[in-house]
């Protein structure tokens, strides 16, 4: 049982908060755009890149970490003019899909041209030493990302109810005409949205590369396994996002222990059909009565 | 705020668009055998063909055009196969780059590990193919796009891993070399250098030919039924699931068997040229020379290998061009990916458009069609239906009407099989219908129309019919009255079958007046017994309905029995042998049509509300 | 400067059918005028239209600056109220979070406070919205709307589906609106509506105005019976 708690859970539970806020920063970005942002995974990976092309620059570190936040608020918001906005709550998915597939290839070759591709070392974020907690072995990176997932989901349920943005678009992702009557610009919700899925993405990516190598090529992956978070959980629910990362983790990294590394993706691809065949809108979804 | 083109290609697109619409109308006004030809897939991928081996026999099979010739064949089969399941099926599909290296290394493992030769190899590839595509096919009704898009994105990744971990039977990350066609099994290896390139020219016009044949068959115009309308479609008895299983089987097969001659033409295969950015390749290829046409891969692929190839010298911007073109094309077209989706159809329309007259009897009653029995629907708390019970006969006209909120709709709906009966029965034909699907109600002769048309915007007016026509039975009287009818109702809305320029016209660019008559006309095409009007007068004018009223009485003169449903009380009045009204989802009152201005509860309920 | 709506030339198009053909009116401040038409006239097209929410061609003026450049959220930012068909109030979100997310400074004196205007909508403030009557969800729509602190006021058959006692409340509140000195536009498929306002009346018909009057005239109602019915 210790094992199982060392070797599996504790990491699972870990590995599953980071699939947990790339769920959530989905959930933010759809309620209001009705868009999934294919290309997420990459720009968590952009965060530590750009501070690793910063640094190896000769910056400190510092400014390193304020130049990649402006450079990933900066991409974000090019990437909302040019593959989301369009398509905001168009109906017409596979427009979406594909422009944000395509920002997702561009950021991953952009990705490839300083490290090749090459898994790196991230020395600039939390400290991965290990330590003891209650007798297992553990890192305060790794404590920190469930704290990350608790402290993103509250700053974001204070956000959505007590500021007048986020009752704006929650107003906007409840009725867009009816937002739009009453003086709320779709270009400003959808810039807010984006924003802060951005910010997300931000805080993941010193996650990720304070956890394990940084890999820039990992990007879609990212992406698949933040939305197997997202079908378990319900599309839209940032406590069904919470819940379906961090199984999405435990299961995952069961599988790492229990069976050959390569076979991890393919455990997850099973989650994901199991979960569309028992409970296709996910455990906090809703199912919808089909209009003719 | 859509994306707009700068300034200058403004000035160019009148004329852009006086090319293009000249060219179409050049080509409508050939004469129809002519199109026929031009149109047949044998002809075009015999073209192909020829033109293929006539660039081979002039740059030499091992020269370098000849490679890129050979690569835009080989790549051209996988994008034939990725258009059949996301642009005749609308499915969008992530997963055609898995295909092609689950064939690649099927070949490349039977080829060139245990000396299979090439007119074995490959069928197993494509087999294969068709077997994994199946199997994704088989859930895609229930996941919606962005679920099968994750899935196919998954399988993308799985298979990559796959390929890696079973290192003993595909080489792992080392690859599989030596892929080289033989004689025979364990046999020599060709000698000749013409062998493999000739394959792969042959192998891609049979592509061509399969895609293309696939389109014009009444299964591809189903397929593009469904996937423009597919509620539509179940109303011409049409079933979507087979539709859409084949369609992945047959693309991801055809990705498999590209990726098969993929192996045959660089003769070593490895993992890292696969990758989703091959399934986003693909996707591109598509998308660029059009979602859903014909010749549509044809120019994509062209483009999509010629073109990069000139940048092949700067590392990762050849990517960079996909995805940015990606996003470009995705911004060009915000009306989805799918375009010039229809095909000709001709054999339909000239059964229409040949329709003798029919000159109707008198209108009589006969036996009972369609029995309702005590019909109840509720949804959560509300009680949609509280007890309808109705009875129609051949030849009847029956006119439904009631307040907003009545259950008008939900009658029809439930009649349809859009929803299940919470209780009670309906009987269509002596057999029981309540609870069964869509398209097999309509399968049993009963047809119906939208208060908004659901006709086909990718389908042209000529396929619209050849769909009612691909399903009929029954009287023949009844179903010459229907043909008549039909082709009345198309002349009413100014759509003359006859009229080569209006036949190809697709449902897109049709007005709102002129789709209510092709539906009306499409759904009477298909020779119904029972024919269900959902607010067929809304916008149309006095003759305009003065037509309609005729035709439908003239089909009931032959048997058809019709439901109309109507705010339009003048016409319901002229036209219908018998009004129901409903209100509060049961029926208020019975009677002729004369009375109904009689009854004071109907005066209140119905009329008194504007 | 007055605070008129105009409205010069407007045209919609959807997909190949015109929905609105080259409609001209003004609405002058402290005035209500009504769209009447049959189902499929051009009602909502022409609001929509005029709001931002469709795309249409020709002048829209509010105050004297033009909006037909804005999008619709510019328009209502700049003044133009919009009560849409259906009311389109935000389901999830409480009464009181409606109208706070609505609520705009005014550019100008008119001042209507939506909770004076419809003191009925107190007891609900924290009700969500999506849980209100048919009626109820009518009046927030109608308060949201002036909680923006509008110059004018566009409503879209605001009667549509309410019982007769809430029909006469809401020709009351559009009463109180237009003596409050909005410029008031509406559309209705009812004539009495259009009478009790003692409004301005353009009858549309397949998108064209057919004719322009007065709500209390006497031949209006003969007019748009046969209308309706042909």
Redesign the interface.
Known sequence: MHDFVQSALLPGLSEGAIYGLIAVAFAVLFTTTGV?NFAHGQMVMLMPMTILVAVGAGLPVWIAYVLALVVMIGVGLLQEW??V???MQ?G????????T??????L???L??PYAGESKNFTHGISAERIEVFGFTTSPANVATAIALLAVSAALMFFYRKT?PG??I??MA??V????????????ASQTAMTLSILVAAVTGILVASTQLVTPSLG??Y??YG??AT?MGGMGSVAGALVGGLVVGVVSQSAAVYF?G?????V??GL??VV??VR?HGLFGRAT??E? | MAFELPEFTRRWRPAYEAARSTAASGYASLPQPVRNVAASPLAQSVLLLVVGLLFLISSGPSSYNGYVLQLIAVYLVATLGLNITTGYAGALSLGQGAAFAIGAYVTGVLAGAHGWPMWAALPVSLIGGMVVGAAIGLPAGRLGIIGLAMVSLGMVLVVNDMIVQFRTVTGGNDGIAGIDPLNGFGSTVVQSEWFVPTAILLVAAAAYWLHARYRLSGFGRATAAVRDEPIGASALAIRGYLTKVSAFAVGSGLGALSGGLFAYLSAYIAPDAFSPNLSILFLVMVILGGAGSRLGPVVGTVILVLVPLQLDEYPHVNVIVYGLLLILLMRLRPKGILSRTSAPAPHGVDEIATATEYTAPARTVGSLVLEISDLRKSFGGVHALGGVSLQLRTGEVLGLIGPNGSGKTTLLNVMCGHYTPSDGRIELRGTEIGGHSPASIAAHGLARTFQTPKTFDGMSVEEHLALALDRHDGDPTRIQACRSGALRLLELGGLDPRDTHVRTREGGTLSHGQLRFLEIATALASGPSVLLLDEPAAGLSATEIDGLEAVVSDVAAAGVATIIVEHHLDMVSRLVDRIVVLDLGKVLWEGPPDKLHDDDAVRAAYMGVS | MTIDLVVENLSVHYGGVRAVSDLSVTVHAGTCTALLGANGAGKTSALRGIGGLTKASGRVTLAGERLDHLPASGRAGAGLGHVLEGRHVFPGLTVAENIEVARRRARHELKADPLELLPELRPHLDRPAGGLSGGQQQMLAIARAVAGGPQAVMLDEPTNGLSPKLVNRTIDIIADLRDAGFAVLLVEQRLEVAQALEADVLVLRHGATKHRGFGTDADLPDLLHSMYLS
């Open positions: 999934i040019a593959a906005r369009p398509f168009s017409h998915s596979a427009s979406w899909i594909l422009s597939l395509g920002v997702s290839v561009v991953a070759e952009l490839a041209i007048k009752l704006e929650r107003a409840e009725d005409d009816g937002a739009e009557a009453i003086g709320i610009s779709r270009a400003r879609l992956t992406t698949f939305f197997v079908a050959d390569l076979f991890v993706n393919l997850v691809f994901l059909l569309y065949v296709p009565v089909r003719v």
